[in-house]
């Protein structure tokens, strides 16, 4: 079968992009940054195709590695799951190959799984997938946005417990650094002592617009966030705020 050196790129960097979602959703890694690992990724596999037996192990397993440390840094807990997620996809994969053979377009080669799909039908494929992949979460967040979740953020040793609702209107970031922002009520934030946190070390300063509202936020990073007493969550920043939020909570999370 004959693979051009295009279509090889288009279904890599998509099959990666697919891949990296979940786990970059999960660790709070920008599309930005998603979408640059996955085209290291596409580069790497036209490496891994024009090679062949040892070296083409080689290639894959640095495309691996660069991709995982291109979009999440050193957090092994990300690492492996996308190895996991890849395994699943390859999975699937192997599936399609063994049940339609060539008829599906697809061989292998050094155990890995070749698709030779024309740009033409792929990319209209694609955008409509991520189309739908907009909707779905979309429709997560509205559902997320009648639930009151539990956090917990620890620093320097004290912890503080909030009832935090899911705001998809806070889409706050940390100019500096882009990272989301947890909006905290400072008076249920008087475990952490909040104003001897702000002394001790440079706030994070975090400009914020609403509606006939402007100014800025004091904020710091948190040595640890749990949600809802299992999940943590990673890159966020928090930032203490004298309004009130909707009855019987403290805290609202957005764009994490």
Avoid at 141 to 152: D, E, I, S, V
Wanted: proline letters at 4%.
């Amino acid at each position: 079968m004959e693979i051009y050196a295009e279509n090889l790129i288009l279904i890599n960097f998509s099959s990666l992009f697919v891949c990296l979602t979940a786990p970059c959703r999960a660790y709070a890694v920008s599309i930005k940054r998603q979408t640059a690992a996955a085209a290291l990724g596409a580069a790497f596999a036209l490496i891994a195709f024009a090679c062949g037996g040892t070296a083409q192990i080689a290639a894959e397993a640095a495309g691996f590695a660069a991709v995982s440390a291109a979009a999440f840094g050193k957090r092994a807990g990300a690492w492996i799951m996308f190895f996991v997620t890849l395994l699943l996809v390859y999975a699937l994969a192997a599936m399609l190959v063994s049940w339609f053979g060539s008829g599906a377009g697809a061989f292998m080669s050094g155990g890995v799984i070749y698709f030779n799909v024309q740009p033409k039908l792929f990319i209209p494929l694609f955008g409509v997938s991520l189309a739908l992949a907009a909707v779905l979460q979309k429709r997560s967040r509205q559902n997320k946005a009648l639930r009151r979740h539990r956090l917990r953020i620890s620093k320097n040793g004290k912890c503080a417990d909030f009832t935090a609702l899911y705001d998809s209107g806070n889409l706050l970031k940390e100019p500096r650094s882009g990272r989301s922002v947890i909006l905290v009520s400072r008076s249920a934030a008087k475990p952490l002592e909040p104003d001897k946190l702000i002394t001790d070390e440079p706030p994070l300063v975090i400009p914020y617009r609403s509606l006939g509202h402007s100014g800025v936020l004091l904020g710091f990073c948190a040595d640890k966030i749990i949600l809802d007493n299992k999940k943590e969550i990673y890159g966020a920043v928090i930032a203490f705020s004298d309004r009130g939020f909707a009855e019987g909570c403290d805290a609202l999370i957005g764009g994490i």
